[in-house]
């Protein structure tokens, strides 16, 4: 399945790089992702490019042509608050969507910090 060969690599590749995944979401045509540095060598760059990189090459069986668009949108959070937020807003997605397999539970949501019912908004 494409969702887990993905998630399985961003999974690797934020440990490796120092990375702790909170909370994801991946949706029919794009994925958010709230990333948490766990040590000061974290560096976001290297950790998205090298997991686009894996993941693309995971990938490979499943789809034809890209994977991904250049480049990523991303934002600091400063406040715990902001990252409780991003957090709902990220799990929240399936639903405001309005995706048929949302009953209630999303099969393509989860991260390190999600209980299961933290994605019902």
């Known amino acids: 399945m494409l969702v887990h060969a993905v998630s399985s690599q961003f999974a690797r590749t934020a440990e490796e790089n120092g990375f702790d995944i909170p909370a994801y979401c991946f949706m029919p ?3 958010h992702l709230l990333v948490e540095g766990t040590t000061l060598k974290a560096d976001l760059r290297l950790f998205v490019a090298e997991a686009k990189r894996l ?6 069986p499943c789809i034809r042509g890209r994977l991904w668009q250049p480049g990523y949108n991303d934002r600091i959070l400063r406040d715990r608050d902001d ?3 991003i957090n ?3 799990l ?3 639903i405001r969507a309005g995706l048929p397999e949302v009953q ?3 099969p393509f949501v989860g991260g390190s910090k999600v209980t ?3 994605y019902e908004v």
Do not use: L, Q, S
Not at 55 to 60: D, F, L
């Open 88 to 90: 709902r807003y990220i």
């Open 55 to 60: 993941a693309a090459h995971a990938a490979r």
């Open 104 to 106: 209630r539970k999303y």
């Open 116 to 118: 299961e019912n933290t």
């Open 29 to 31: 045509d794009h994925v």
């Open 83 to 85: 990252a409780y937020e």
């Open 92 to 94: 929240g997605n399936p």
